[in-house]
């Protein structure tokens, strides 16, 4: 590590200024050193923009006490933000993740400082952004000064993450081991819709997941399927075991044939290390990952995402709880529309059937304010633990019938009710 002059925490971030816009590194590869030596000269600052997709770990610089110091915008709302967000004291920009790498590399949303965690540098002068690349790589190349926190528990992925250390402007030393994710235990109910998705997914599939229960519930279910490939913005553990089995080939994928192709990475250190100097691998520009133009070239794309409800004509609410920003718009649409326009695609949004409090995610309408993600028009298969509805090419009462089908049998009969008056009889 001779060929990087580090300096310390105090001596980087001395480079952030009041008035600055400073990106934060993403999901597990948020630079928490830095962060603490940012909030360390807080007092110094006002009016710095912090601009973030989700991040795990602490985001001190939400707290009630830092308004006016830093205003958080994000885009995409994780639970260290959350609070923020609904007391007003930060904001959202609701973007789909393939365009948040072009406002910032056409200045919409100007990066004066990016703050990153890399790996170690590997003979050549190149160090990596890891598990994330996401936007972080436009932030980094638009940015006046570039911060790294070099850490040797970073995996070394290769794609789009190999940057050159020419393009860092200050090194901080800094060896802390990555926030892991365990995936929660799937319920009964994320099982069954596990098997309900499976039964979807043909052979020679390529395959866009979240993280969670019921994706992971999904992938286990996978184990008998042949020749499936990966194109998604992001995978877990649960994607291993389908690659040590054979199941994953990616051989038959247009984009990237043989190569697992994601823009980050989130879960536990076996994930990381697989990722590690991993030749089929490739950590791209969300930019890229996430574009409909690319997804839909690929073979029988099947694309699972989830919702926070859905009404009984398909329109779904992904991002928020009313007026309440819950999450953010993501990579949602850019895989649904690409799934739709793949040959033998199937875009698919799975969700439980009722929240943890009893309530129908399927409803006559969606709660006021809330975000419709997926339009009507964009919704085919939707998936819970009664069954599979299949909307597309479907009239507005064609898919109630559908969606009522898969609700939960104590919330059928209301929702015939209010399909009976909103069709004025005509149910």
């Known amino acids: 590590m001779s060929s990087i002059n580090f300096v310390s925490p105090e001596q980087a971030v001395s480079h952030i200024h009041s008035g600055d816009s400073v990106f934060i590194h993403s999901v597990a590869a948020a630079p928490q050193f830095l962060i603490n030596a940012m909030m360390q000269r807080a007092p110094q600052l006002k009016n710095v923009r912090i601009l973030q997709l989700h991040t795990e770990g602490e985001a001190p610089y939400t707290k009630p006490e830092c308004e006016g110091i830093f205003e958080v915008c994000a885009f995409f709302v994780g639970a260290n933000v959350r609070q923020a967000i609904r007391e007003g004291r930060a904001d959202y920009f609701p973007l789909f993740l393939s365009e948040v790498p072009a406002v910032i590399r056409r200045k919409l949303v100007p990066v004066d400082v990016a703050l990153i965690s890399v790996s170690l540098p590997d003979k050549h002068g190149y160090v990596s952004l890891g598990c994330s690349v996401d936007a972080t790589l436009a932030a980094v190349q638009m940015a006046r000064t570039v911060i790294a926190q070099v850490n040797r528990f970073m995996p070394r992925a290769l794609g789009d993450a190999p940057i050159h250390i020419s393009n860092i402007d200050y090194f901080v030393e800094s060896?802390?081991?990555?926030?892991?994710?365990?995936?929660?235990?799937?319920?009964?109910?994320?099982?069954?819709?596990?098997?309900?998705?499976?039964?979807?997914?043909?052979?020679?599939?390529?395959?866009?997941?979240?993280?969670?229960s019921i994706?992971?519930?999904?992938?286990?279910?996978?184990?008998?399927?042949?020749?499936?490939?990966?194109?998604?913005?992001?995978?877990?553990?649960?994607?291993?075991?389908?690659?040590?089995?054979?199941?994953?080939?990616?051989?038959?994928?247009?984009?990237?044939?043989?190569?697992?192709?994601?823009?980050?990475?989130?879960?536990?250190?076996?994930?990381?290390?697989?990722?590690?100097?991993?030749?089929?691998?490739?950590?791209?520009?969300?930019?890229?990952?996430?574009?409909?133009?690319?997804?839909?070239?690929?073979?029988?794309?099947t694309a699972i995402n989830s919702a926070l409800e859905i009404?009984?004509?398909?329109?779904?609410?992904?991002?928020?709880?009313?007026?309440?920003?819950?999450?953010?718009?993501?990579?949602?649409?850019?895989?649904?529309?690409?799934?739709?326009?793949?040959?033998?695609?199937?875009?698919?949004?799975?969700?439980?059937?009722?929240?943890?409090?009893?309530?129908?995610?399927i409803v006559p309408i969606l709660k006021p304010g809330a975000g419709v993600v997926t339009t009507r028009a964009h919704a085919?298969?939707?998936?819970?633990?009664?069954?599979?509805?299949?909307?597309?090419?479907?009239?507005l009462k064609e898919r109630a019938v559908e969606l009522i089908r898969i609700a939960h049998p104590n919330h059928r009969e209301a929702l015939e009710r209010a399909a009976y008056e909103r069709w004025k009889g005509n149910f």
């Open 175 to 212: 060896d802390i081991p990555l926030p892991e994710t365990e995936i929660p235990k799937p319920s009964a109910a994320d099982l069954k819709i596990g098997e309900y998705i499976a039964g979807l997914v043909e052979n020679g599939a390529t395959l866009q997941m979240g993280i969670g």
């Open 215 to 301: 994706p992971n519930a999904a992938l286990a279910n996978l184990t008998n399927h042949k020749g499936l490939g990966i194109h998604t913005e992001m995978f877990s553990d649960g994607l291993l075991p389908l690659i040590d089995m054979g199941v994953v080939t990616n051989e038959h994928k247009a984009i990237h044939r043989n190569h697992v192709v994601s823009s980050f990475v989130m879960g536990t250190r076996k994930v990381y290390d697989f990722i590690h100097n991993n030749p089929r691998v490739l950590m791209l520009d969300a930019a890229f990952v996430n574009d409909t133009a690319i997804i839909r070239q690929n073979p029988k794309v």
């Open 311 to 361: 009404d009984i004509t398909g329109q779904i609410c992904a991002d928020s709880i009313g007026t309440s920003i819950y999450s953010g718009v993501g990579g949602q649409m850019d895989f649904i529309r690409g799934a739709s326009y793949s040959v033998g695609g199937k875009p698919i949004i799975a969700l439980n059937a009722t929240t943890g409090k009893g309530e129908s995610k």
């Open 380 to 395: 085919h298969y939707v998936v819970t633990e009664y069954g599979v509805a299949n909307l597309y090419g479907k009239t």
